[in-house]
């Protein structure tokens, strides 16, 4: 691969041919870059700018770190202790199964010792996500989507915004896979029925409370009866001990509401108490009224005194699992941790070092709050809130993946922060943690929330008062609208009411730039236009990585969908060859990826003006970057359009190649028409 240097002198000599041969003079070709005419005389080592940060722009323009955040969707091993349950009655052909049943009852590890079993009849996967059908806010149809999708290889920047995309996606990339998949705590039929598939080969498991009756007949899961009760009570506390006293075994099995949850619970706190008899522990149930109730409170009082105080407080954590370090910001400790799970009220997830607690022992633990308590809740928020903000600044392509890993690992627990925050009034801190989430949402804009959360962040500025803030945000919603919603309607008013209140002209810069992209995708390119050279003459104000580098691409995408090739290629040409010199502003990965991006739009108008073999030979540069970077999904697409160029050029044997390549990489994951693009081009090759 050339230099830099020598990539910037390349472009540079380009950039005089095709100046003198569209005789285009410096102050017009200047106008088209986007860049003052002292500026393009001195083409060669640019001037220094002052860059602050780079703004995410459109879903085009995302960097590569989009695929590295994952969701870790795995089903968990097989419980040990699973009795009076019949396995063989769930078959791999049955493609959708539910299971129901009360609270306790043992669905989740039905199902899970289900998936297990099968396991073997499906090669290609074995996917379980939570739905949180019993929580405050059960995950949504789309999220889950997404889940499912990266658990099935899908990188990042393919998959689409709107749900019925993703689960058009999701049913295409089962077409031809034998996978399971585990969809756990349903809360109803309009969840669960965007990620049921019945396609041949595929089995999809539910648990849930109530019957699905517009899916499917439910399986109802009823308590284990007295013999199984006693064979896992023995499983759990140790055969010879129950043995030895059947009848107390008995009794205390039916003080448990013969419930799996309930037994274990009792069965942990007989392991924590060898001294204590069966008998006794009933006797103490009897005293205390039968059920999962009375197990609880019994458990609860015989724990230490900082493992009760540790499942208050843990109990009261916001999100759907927590390690170590928000149950040391809620309690201040942790050393309780294994107690509480050995006592079978926190349930141990397949990620290491990290917890869960049932809906039921939430709900118990949490009854009886004092005042202290109330204060650690207090207190978790403004750990959330803080460190979130904090991540969300420090993220940035150099800083490698922690701080995106812990927003990753922690999303479930921030985003209900965030919305707590809301709801108490906490404006600023809503405000600073919206913003602060901006270059994040450009790696993972598939995940989070994004228009609910910068929803919030726009309500929060408009009761600060805070016209600059709610500008900024309004252009991030509107951003969440047109990217991940896929909704250029709702983005068009957006970015309109941050033009409306910006007194920022970088802001109003942006604004005028996001209603440029919000427009081209809607057609409407003479308006596009008219808003894109608004945003270049505003961003000629500001540093060239915080607003030029952006602005004048779209600049340039403009001028391609007008059929303006030339007026395109100067744009984006003069841009690569700035972007190459310009260094010691941003970290090096940041200045290649820009590049990259660029040169894929120099490629596109080389292509377009019949410069065939230059622009194969821009895209190879750019599969090549790509591939180093590690950006899944990119390369093959910039392996189709080389192909094309090659093809275009009579370079058979070269297109060849590069078809075959995307092709591989897309597999059944490519974006709507790529994989048939590259059928089609493979097509118009000679046999060969």
Same mark, same amino acid.
């Given at each position: 691969?050339?230099?830099?240097?020598?990539?910037?002198?390349?472009?540079?000599?380009?950039?005089?041919?095709?100046?003198?041969?569209?005789?285009?003079?410096?102050?017009?070709?200047?106008?088209?870059?986007?860049?003052?005419?002292?500026?393009?005389?001195?083409?060669?080592?640019?001037?220094?700018h002052?860059?602050v940060?780079?703004?995410?722009?459109?879903?085009?323009?995302l960097?590569?770190?989009?695929?590295?955040?994952?969701?870790?969707?795995?089903v968990p091993?097989?419980?040990? !202790?699973?009795v009076?349950? !019949?396995?063989?009655?769930? @078959?791999?052909?049955?493609?959708?199964?539910?299971?129901?049943?009360?609270?306790?009852?043992?669905k989740?590890?039905?199902?899970?010792a289900?998936a297990?079993?099968?396991?073997?009849?499906f090669?290609?996967?074995?996917?379980m996500?939570?739905?949180?059908?019993?929580?405050?806010?059960?995950?949504?149809?789309?999220?889950?989507?997404?889940?499912?999708?990266?658990?099935? %290889?899908?990188p990042?920047?393919?998959?689409?915004?709107?749900?019925?995309?993703?689960?058009?996606?999701?049913?295409?990339?089962?077409?031809r896979?034998?996978?399971?998949?585990?969809?756990?705590?349903a809360?109803?039929?309009? *969840?669960v029925?965007?990620?049921?598939?019945a396609? #041949?080969?595929?089995?999809?498991?539910?648990?849930?409370?109530?019957?699905?009756?517009?899916?499917a007949?439910?399986?109802?899961?009823?308590?284990?009866?007295?013999?199984?009760?006693?064979?896992?009570?023995?499983?759990i506390?140790?055969?010879r001990?129950?043995?030895?006293? &059947?009848?107390?075994?008995?009794?205390?099995?039916?003080?448990?509401g013969?419930?799996?949850?309930?037994?274990?619970?009792?069965?942990?706190?007989?392991v924590?108490?060898?001294?204590?008899?069966?008998?006794?522990?009933?006797?103490?149930?009897?005293?205390?009224?039968?059920?999962?109730?009375?197990? $609880?409170?019994?458990?609860?009082?015989?724990?230490?005194?900082?493992?009760?105080l540790?499942?208050?407080?843990?109990?009261?954590l916001?999100?759907?699992?927590?390690?170590?370090?928000?149950?040391?910001a809620?309690?201040g400790?942790?050393?309780g941790?294994?107690?509480?799970?050995?006592?079978?009220l926190?349930q @141990?997830?397949?990620?290491?070092?990290?917890?869960?607690?049932?809906?039921?022992?939430? +709900?118990?633990?949490?009854?009886?709050?004092?005042?202290?308590?109330?204060?650690?809740?207090?207190?978790?928020?403004?750990?959330?809130?803080?460190?979130?903000?904090?991540?969300?600044?420090?993220v940035?392509?150099?800083?490698?993946?922690?701080?995106?890993?812990?927003?990753v690992?922690?999303?479930?627990?921030?985003?209900?922060?965030?919305?707590?925050?809301?709801?108490?009034?906490r404006h600023?801190?809503?405000?600073?943690?919206?913003?602060?989430?901006?270059r994040?949402?450009?790696?993972r804009?598939?995940? #989070?929330?994004?228009?609910?959360?910068?929803?919030? %962040?726009?309500?929060?500025a408009?009761?600060?008062? =805070?016209?600059?803030?709610?500008?900024?945000?309004?252009?991030?919603? +509107?951003w969440?609208?047109?990217?991940? =919603?896929?909704? &250029?309607?709702?983005?068009?008013?957006?970015?309109? *009411?941050?033009?409306a209140?910006? =007194?920022?002209?970088?802001?109003?810069?942006?604004?005028?730039?996001?209603?440029?992209?919000?427009l081209?995708? *809607?057609?409407? $390119?003479?308006?596009?236009?008219?808003?894109?050279r608004?945003?270049?003459?505003?961003?000629?104000?500001f540093?060239?990585?915080?607003?030029?580098?952006?602005?004048?691409?779209?600049?340039?995408?403009?001028?391609?969908?007008?059929?303006?090739?030339?007026?395109?290629f100067?744009?984006?040409?003069?841009?690569?060859?700035?972007t190459?010199t310009?260094?010691?502003?941003?970290?090096?990965?940041?200045?290649?990826?820009?590049?990259?991006?660029?040169r894929?739009?120099? %490629?596109?108008?080389?292509?377009?003006?019949?410069?065939?073999?230059r622009?194969?030979?821009?895209?190879?540069?750019?599969?090549?970057?790509?591939?180093?970077?590690?950006?899944?999904? *990119?390369?093959? !697409?910039?392996?189709?359009?080389?192909?094309?160029?090659?093809?275009?050029?009579?370079?058979?044997a070269?297109?060849?190649?590069?078809?075959?390549?995307?092709? =591989?990489?897309?597999?059944?994951?490519? &974006?709507?028409?790529?994989?048939?693009q590259?059928?089609?081009?493979?097509?118009?090759? &000679?046999?060969?």
């Amino acid at each position: 691969m050339k230099s830099l240097e020598n990539d910037a002198a390349t472009f540079g000599e380009l950039l005089l041919r095709y100046r003198s041969a569209l005789g285009l003079p410096q102050e017009d070709l200047a106008e088209a870059a986007a860049m003052s005419v002292h500026a393009l005389r001195r083409r060669g080592p640019a001037a220094p700018h002052s860059a602050v940060e780079l703004v995410g722009g459109e879903r085009e323009e995302l960097p590569p770190a989009a695929h590295r955040a994952t969701t870790s969707s795995r089903v968990p091993p097989a419980p040990s !202790d699973l009795v009076g349950r !019949d396995l063989a009655r769930f @078959r791999a052909d049955d493609r959708l199964t539910v299971v129901a049943g009360e609270p306790g009852v043992g669905k989740t590890t039905l199902a899970v010792a289900v998936a297990n079993r099968l396991r073997p009849e499906f090669p290609d996967g074995c996917f379980m996500v939570d739905l949180r059908g019993t929580g405050d806010r059960p995950l949504t149809a789309r999220a889950a989507l997404e889940r499912l999708l990266r658990a099935l %290889g899908v990188p990042a920047s393919w998959i689409p915004g709107p749900e019925a995309d993703r689960e058009a996606l999701y049913r295409t990339m089962l077409t031809r896979r034998k996978v399971l998949v585990l969809l756990d705590d349903a809360a109803g039929e309009a *969840q669960v029925r965007p990620l049921v598939t019945a396609t #041949p080969g595929c089995l999809t498991l539910v648990t849930c409370r109530r019957s699905l009756d517009g899916l499917a007949t439910a399986r109802r899961l009823d308590p284990l009866d007295a013999a199984d009760a006693v064979e896992l009570l023995a499983r759990i506390a140790g055969p010879r001990r129950v043995r030895a006293e &059947p009848a107390a075994a008995e009794e205390l099995v039916a003080l448990c509401g013969n419930l799996p949850l309930a037994v274990r619970i009792a069965g942990s706190w007989l392991v924590a108490r060898p001294h204590w008899s069966v008998a006794g522990l009933a006797a103490r149930l009897h005293h205390e009224h039968a059920g999962l109730r009375a197990v $609880l409170e019994l458990s609860c009082d015989r724990l230490s005194e900082g493992a009760r105080l540790l499942l208050r407080r843990v109990a009261a954590l916001p999100g759907v699992d927590f390690g170590a370090e928000l149950a040391e910001a809620a309690a201040g400790r942790t050393d309780g941790l294994d107690e509480l799970a050995d006592a079978g009220l926190l349930q @141990r997830t397949p990620a290491p070092g990290r917890y869960r607690c049932h809906d039921l022992v939430r +709900g118990f633990a949490t009854e009886n709050r004092s005042d202290e308590d109330e204060k650690a809740a207090h207190a978790v928020l403004d750990h959330l809130l803080a460190t979130a903000t904090a991540a969300g600044r420090a993220v940035a392509p150099e800083s490698g993946d922690d701080t995106a890993d812990w927003l990753v690992r922690e999303e479930s627990s921030w985003v209900a922060a965030l919305r707590h925050a809301a709801v108490l009034g906490r404006h600023r801190e809503v405000v600073d943690l919206a913003k602060a989430l901006h270059r994040y949402a450009d790696t993972r804009w598939t995940g #989070p929330p994004w228009t609910e959360i910068f929803g919030l %962040g726009v309500s929060a500025a408009r009761a600060l008062g =805070d016209r600059g803030d709610e500008a900024r945000l309004l252009n991030l919603l +509107g951003w969440s609208q047109l990217v991940c =919603d896929a909704d &250029p309607d709702a983005a068009l008013g957006t970015h309109r *009411q941050a033009l409306a209140v910006a =007194d920022d002209r970088l802001e109003q810069a942006w604004a005028h730039a996001h209603l440029a992209s919000v427009l081209r995708r *809607q057609g409407r $390119l003479d308006a596009a236009l008219d808003h894109v050279r608004q945003a270049s003459t505003l961003a000629r104000e500001f540093g060239f990585w915080v607003a030029q580098v952006p602005v004048r691409n779209r600049l340039g995408r403009i001028f391609q969908a007008l059929g303006r090739w030339d007026e395109a290629f100067v744009v984006h040409s003069v841009l690569l060859a700035d972007t190459l010199t310009r260094g010691g502003e941003v970290s090096a990965e940041q200045r290649r990826w820009q590049a990259t991006l660029t040169r894929v739009e120099v %490629g596109r108008c080389l292509f377009a003006k019949g410069e065939w073999r230059r622009a194969a030979e821009a895209f190879r540069e750019t599969r090549e970057v790509l591939v180093a970077m590690g950006a899944a999904g *990119q390369d093959a !697409d910039a392996a189709l359009n080389e192909g094309e160029a090659w093809l275009a050029a009579g370079e058979h044997a070269l297109a060849r190649e590069c078809v075959r390549y995307a092709l =591989d990489a897309y597999g059944d994951a490519a &974006p709507a028409g790529r994989r048939d693009q590259a059928l089609a081009a493979l097509d118009r090759l &000679p046999p060969g």
